[in-house]
């Protein structure tokens, strides 16, 4: 009894830990994403870490898509227009190099298209943005 309990536990940890590094996808999802080509990233009142959007550009520039901040509360308007069909969300635990994880989402007004929870490994302040690019071409579904 205890060795199933054992593999049913390792079984559980393994795939929690496959799932947080894959997308989950949209049906159309794959497709949809290599077509975009430019993304809103929608901002966050009160941000403990105001340094992500900023890098989450640079690594979707790396991917030749451009992105803008868009200030939900007082432009959520720019949500709907045609340029920001889609949009990125981002939600985090921690703050600067202790972030526990980060969840990303990208979706137009419809309907989602692409998610990813990870836990960055941001072992000093220069790999920071090494880290952000790995788990945004996880997003993107590129690695």
């Known amino acids: 009894m205890k060795r199933l309990s054992l593999l049913i536990l ?7 830990a496959c799932q947080s590094s894959q997308p989950s996808l949209a049906p159309d ?5 290599s077509n ?10 009160q941000d403990p ?3 992500l959007p900023p890098q989450i550009t640079q690594s979707l520039a790396k991917y030749g898509i451009s992105s803008e901040t868009v200030d939900v509360i007082s432009n959520r308007q ?7 069909r889609y949009n990125l969300r ?3 635990r921690g703050n600067g190099t202790s972030m526990n994880y980060i969840s990303l989402l990208i979706r137009t007004p419809d309907h989602p298209v692409s998610s ?6 941001f072992k000093s302040p220069q ?3 090494a880290e952000i690019d790995r788990i945004i071409g996880q997003l993107l579904n590129k690695k």
């Not at 999802?29 to 994403?33: K, M, N, P, T």
């Not at 720019?78 to 920001?84: D, F, K, N, Q």
Request: glycine share 2%; charged share 15%.
């Open 10 to 16: 390792s079984s559980i940890t393994l795939l929690s």
């Open 29 to 33: 999802g794959a497709q949809q994403l």
């Open 36 to 45: 975009i080509r430019h993304i809103c990233i929608l901002s966050r009142p």
């Open 49 to 51: 870490n105001p340094n």
């Open 78 to 84: 720019r949500l709907y227009e045609p340029e920001c």
């Open 90 to 92: 981002y939600n985090t």
């Open 116 to 121: 990813l929870r990870a836990n960055p490994n």
């Open 127 to 129: 790999n920071q943005q």
